[in-house]
Nanobody, 115 residues
Framework: HVQLVESGGGSVQAGGSLRLSCASS????????MAWFRQAPGKEREGVAV??????TTFYADSVKGRFTISSAGNTLYLQMNSLKTEDTAVYYC???????????WGQGTQVTVS
């Protein structure tokens, strides 16, 4: 049973930084199944960053390029968020969807508020 637990959210001023962590357990962790998403009030959940095999390839939403960095170490996925903007305010979720799965596995989310 896959368990994902996000942490590191909080309230920061615009221009500040946060580092989110997603600790995983209950499965054989593989980074290229993992991604960060976010959902702002009244909006659909959107992909933010994806990490691929060995961490050699990453994808970022246009809105966060140059400001966010996804990485993985051990059984933890990270999202370093710099130069935060008010538009980044959302609940951030760690998600996993590996080959053969029928659905996404989600953490409970961590709130990021930028003012």
């Amino acid at each position: 049973h896959v368990q994902l637990v996000e942490s590191g959210g909080g309230s920061v001023q615009a221009g500040g930084s946060l580092r989110l962590s997603c600790a995983s357990s209950g499965w054989r962790y593989i980074s290229n199944c993992m991604a960060w998403f976010r959902q702002a009030p009244g909006k659909e959940r959107e992909g933010v960053a994806v990490i691929y095999t060995g961490g050699e390839t990453t994808f970022y939403a246009d809105s966060v390029k140059g400001r966010f960095t996804i990485s993985s170490a051990g059984n933890t996925l990270y999202l370093q968020m710099n130069s935060l903007k008010t538009e980044d305010t959302a609940v951030y979720y760690c998600g996993a969807f590996c080959t053969g799965w029928k659905s996404w596995k989600w953490g409970q989310g961590t709130q990021v508020t930028v003012s």
